[in-house]
């Protein structure tokens, strides 16, 4: 079981620059897709909620910019961190829906 995926760039990322990698949130192999896909390094931007899986949560909250969707305060701290991880070279990678539809087409 598996899948093969076909890429289409428009534009090559350069190596060495920072960017702001924002993307629809249509499956649950979206952020495995970037993983597979993007060269340079980033960073995620992802909900506090997912440190509460066991072991994956763990290396979640050390590798991801978190935010409590309902505090207003983490929202703009998220601004803050991404600013700080941009500047050192990082990239940011954020899905603004903020979890997979139920709708499952594509």
């Known amino acids: 079981m598996g899948f093969h995926y076909k890429v289409e760039r428009e534009q090559e990322l350069e190596a060495g620059k920072s960017y702001m990698l924002v993307s629809n949130h249509t499956s649950m192999t979206d952020i495995m897709l970037m993983l597979a896909l993007v060269r340079n390094p980033f960073v995620f931007v992802g909900k506090k909620e ?24 983490s929202r703009m701290e998220v601004f803050n961190r991404a600013q700080k991880r941009l500047a ?17 087409s594509v």
């Open 88 to 104: 050192q070279g990082l990239s940011i990678c954020i899905f603004p829906e903020g979890g997979v539809p139920d709708d499952e």
């Open 50 to 73: 997912l440190v509460k899986i066991p072991l994956f949560g763990f290396f979640y909250k050390r590798t991801c910019i978190l935010v409590d969707r309902s505090s207003s305060k």
